[in-house]
């Protein structure tokens, strides 16, 4: 992820958030959680302001077992969601 976040350029700094969620994104698909955590703060630390950091953390959380933290950070993805029009707010199915 390193190599992500040191590209330069105009949109590089969008390119990377989203190339991090997406890394994160095929990470929990394959169970690589441990991945899928990293990415996930990654991304909350590139952009704190991006919900689905948040959202990514709380996944992850979940999957632990960490039911207390999951929804803490997902309080945090909707509280920054909730500003957002509605169709780019993130669907039901993917909450913990």
Not at 3 to 23: C, H, K, M, N, R
Not at 79 to 87: G, N
Request: no cysteine.
């Amino acid at each position: 992820m390193k190599e992500v976040l040191a590209v330069t350029g105009p949109d590089a700094w969008s390119d990377a958030l989203f190339q991090i969620e997406y890394i994160g994104r095929v990470a929990r698909a394959a169970g690589d959680w441990e991945l899928a955590e990293r990415a996930g703060r990654e991304m909350v630390r590139h952009d704190p302001s991006y919900a689905g950091g948040y959202l990514a953390v709380a996944l992850v959380e979940e999957h632990r077992g960490d039911s207390q933290t999951a929804k803490q950070e997902l309080a945090k993805a909707e509280s920054l969601w909730s500003k957002a029009d509605t169709p780019l707010r993130p669907h039901e199915a993917q909450k913990p």
